[in-house]
């Protein structure tokens, strides 16, 4: 088990990598955009301090070390994400290597309600982000970056020795 977790983080640690990268590429190419680093980070420096959610993230004060914050947290939950994946195939009996159990953990509600249903709100952005700064194309970018996500994770579970 400590191998199939370390293991996890391994592809947890590239799917989000591949998941940056790609993020960006699209950015460059106006596919994407989404919301900002420093929101994020300044989100979770904010639930450190009692303070959940904001009537709009964007009016809150800027907080020291927003980007290192949100890059840690950024990192930290792909990480947790994949090791869930790699030990729950391990669980049902699924080939973790397989690319549409990839693509739909990635794409799917095990990474996408995080965004949708509780960041997103908690910026103040409602539901899917229907009430944020329109010109993000939150809810687009949300799903394209996690389907990006899912393609890291197989592609690093194709590349991984596994068992």
């Known amino acids: 088990?400590?191998?199939?977790?370390?293991?996890?983080?391994?592809?947890?640690?590239?799917?989000?990598?591949?998941?940056?990268?790609?993020?960006?590429?699209?950015?460059?190419?106006?596919?994407?955009?989404?919301?900002?680093?420093?929101?994020?980070?300044?989100?979770?420096l904010g639930m450190a301090r009692g303070r959940f959610a904001h009537a709009n993230i964007a009016d809150a004060p800027e907080l020291p070390g927003e980007i290192r914050i949100a890059m840690f947290g950024h990192?930290?939950?792909?990480?947790?994400?994949?090791?869930?994946?790699?030990?729950?195939?391990?669980?049902?009996?699924?080939?973790?290597?397989?690319?549409?159990?990839?693509?739909?953990f990635g794409f799917g509600i095990a990474t996408c309600v995080f965004p949708l249903f509780l960041m997103y709100p908690c910026f103040g952005f409602?539901?899917?982000?229907?009430?944020?700064?329109?010109?993000?194309r939150l809810f687009t970018t949300s799903l394209v970056n996690h389907l990006y996500y899912g393609f890291g994770i197989w592609w690093a579970v194709t590349l991984l020795p596994f068992p």
């Open 75 to 104: 990192y930290l939950i792909g990480t947790l994400l994949a090791v869930l994946y790699v030990v729950g195939t391990d669980w049902l009996g699924v080939a973790p290597d397989g690319v549409l159990p990839a693509l739909g």
């Open 1 to 44: 088990m400590l191998e199939t977790m370390a293991l996890g983080a391994a592809v947890g640690i590239a799917a989000t990598i591949t998941m940056d990268v790609l993020a960006s590429l699209s950015r460059r190419f106006g596919i994407i955009v989404g919301a900002k680093g420093t929101w994020v980070g300044r989100w979770y």
């Open 126 to 136: 409602g539901f899917f982000g229907v009430r944020g700064p329109s010109e993000l």
